[in-house]
């Protein structure tokens, strides 16, 4: 069997967000999953590349990892003019009866609570409708299920409804305030200090203040197509990746020997940390040595801010090569038909400075 993963370019200006094609399987019977849609400009971008590259209008599994618009977006698009074999996505506003005493109002029902959810995540919502008219299945992804060859390693379902969930941005207030609302509300400032690194002198902290509840959520994917083993994370942050690397251990699953990471959340420094990437890459590798990992990273065309040059070298250091998408496709293939006019990719190179 060979594997392909593309990933098509989101944002003309500085918004980053998430849009991927994989395609695995023998010739004659392929398998196509699309994870994340990006805007509603990448959305008709998979479209095109999906009839122009694999010449058909099926794809087997669409996967949206969390409900922000910049994954969600180009999701509508796809369903809309693609015919799709399954949408895996989660339904929060499914959940309410179980989470609504969790909040301070006594008179918030589980309907109002759902309305609420669904109001706060229109473009997720916009989409499962879209899928409902249309009839496609519509599966919840949590983990342990297994989605073609890909099995989900988070959220586990339990941790998302009842933790997650209820931390999600524009909820009712809680009763007790939970440790990841905390990252939500705080301001993002604009970085202007810089400090040296080297191979061996790594400044990123197992302490900087984690992603948000919705960024947590993100569906996390795992495959081993004919040896080639293959992690896609989405928005996920520390927790949902040590849940991740937790559940994987479980199952006998190594994710140091995966070929193929994403790198989390547009390559933001809240969402990893040494001890979450010595468990997903490697441990940190003499400089030199011949890199093991290749690591995609979704960048808008214009953004200075991501990736984080403090993660970039800390996925180096691990052995990874990073690319980056910035306006074009990128794709990464094993036992795949070669492509003609594809020209190769040139690796991110190290940072002797980084954000501080
Ligand atoms: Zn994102």
Redesign the pocket.
Known sequence: MGIEIEFIPVGENTK???AIVVRYGKEGNYKIMVVDGGTKDSGRKIVEHIKKYYGTNYVDFVVNTHP?S??ASGLITVVEELEIGELWMHLPWEHSSKIRDLFKDGRITDNSLAEKIKTSLNTAYQLYERACEKEIPICEPFEGALIGEFKVLSPLEDWYVNYLLPDFPNLPERREQNVVSKALSEVYSKLLEWIEETWDKETLSENYESTGARNESSVVLYANVDDYKVLLTG?AGKQALHNSADYAESIGVDLKECSFVQMP??GSRRNVSPSVLDRIIGERVPEGDQPTTTTYVSVSKQTEDHPKKIVVNAFIRRGAKVFETRGSTIRHHKNMPARTNWNSLTPLTFNPDVEK
Request: hydrophobic residues 0%; charged residues 45%.
């Open positions: 980053n967000g998430d922000d910049d994954h928005d959340h547009h």
